[in-house]
């Protein structure tokens, strides 16, 4: 049986404080809400009526999403507060809770899941993303579900991006190749062939 990838945006900014050094150091992504216990086995009902107790009703849609609604195996693209870098990884752990961290008023990360970074822990740049990515990324909240992008995120972390960018080319350029790339699975033959000859055309003249 073939499972389904979710891919997620989460903001490393738990009570407003960037621990996207913690996140890649750690190998893990996490949120807030310090309510000094586990919220492991607990229903969408028993998250809530602690976050009310601790006035942090509002947080329960991101409490949901990462307790609940996460799993192992889904990709996570957690970009930078610094406005330019973007660092791609895949879940590799259930929820879990980490009692160190757990402190109110200290801004706080307690509940957390482990991750395996791409790209050795190395940012891609959020303006040679594509743009379809770009768009969602401009989400203002902390987490997103974004799993319509999920055949662009599996192309990035197989090297196939959208694509292959030139540093030094044009972001004009680089949405004809992007066109292009997805011309390749279109049902006409003929589209198909052209295509890919143009592709090839591009690439034999940069060398």
Known sequence: MIIEKNVWILRPMPHSINRMKQFLDGGFIAIGYPAGKSFNGMSYDELKDILDQEKWSEGIGNVNLF?????????????????????????????????????????SYPHQREVKWF???????????????????RYPGTIANITKHRSIVEKLINNESNTIQDENSSPLLNKAIHVLEELLDDSNTEIRLRAAEAIVKYYSEKK
């Open 67 to 107: 307790v609940l609604m996460m799993k192992v195996g889904d990709y996570v693209i957690v970009p930078d507060d610094n406005k330019k870098d973007v660092y791609i990884g895949e879940i590799v752990s259930e929820y879990y809770h980490d009692p160190k961290v757990d402190k109110p008023n200290q801004g």
């Open 119 to 137: 790209f050795d822990k190395k940012p891609l740049l959020r303006s040679e993303l594509p743009e379809e990515l770009k768009g969602s990324l």
